[in-house]
Nanobody, 125 residues
Framework: QVQLVESGGGLVQAGGSLRVSCAAS????????MGWFRQAPGKEREFVAAISGSGGTIHYAGSVKGRFTISRDNAKNTVYLQMNSLKPEDTAVYYCAADRFYNNPRTEAANYGDWGQGTQVTVSS
């Protein structure tokens, strides 16, 4: 099992930027894909971005492409989500997740077995 701890959420004005981080436990971090998902009140959890173990393959949801950047530092066992040009509709709890059994990034939440506790991102208009 992988322990995941998110940090970096907060309140930001529309058009602003925020970076959230996710620190993972374990010694095999570079062997598996990581993903970011979000859930707004009253809505289902949705895919945001995912990255392969090496960082060479990345997928984004259409709603964030061009504004968000996912990256990882395997030496620090950490994955990041840089969020620029934030919109009020980006307001949600953001979760990182680990897909320990597959190295290539996938977009379905059901493929991820380990989840962090989430960090709140609020974008004011």
């Amino acid at each position: 099992q992988v322990q995941l701890v998110e940090s970096g959420g907060g309140l930001v004005q529309a058009g602003g930027s925020l970076r959230v981080s996710c620190a993972a436990s374990g010694r095999t971090f570079s062997n598996y894909a990581m993903g970011w998902f979000r859930q707004a009140p009253g809505k289902e959890r949705e895919f945001v971005a995912a990255i392969s173990g090496s960082g060479g393959t990345i997928h984004y949801a259409g709603s964030v492409k061009g504004r968000f950047t996912i990256s990882r530092d395997n030496a620090k066992n950490t994955v990041y989500l840089q969020m620029n040009s934030l919109k009020p509709e980006d307001t949600a709890v953001y979760y990182c997740a680990a897909d320990r059994f597959y190295n290539n990034p996938r977009t379905e939440a059901a493929n991820y077995g380990d989840w962090g506790q989430g960090t709140q991102v609020t974008v004011s208009s």
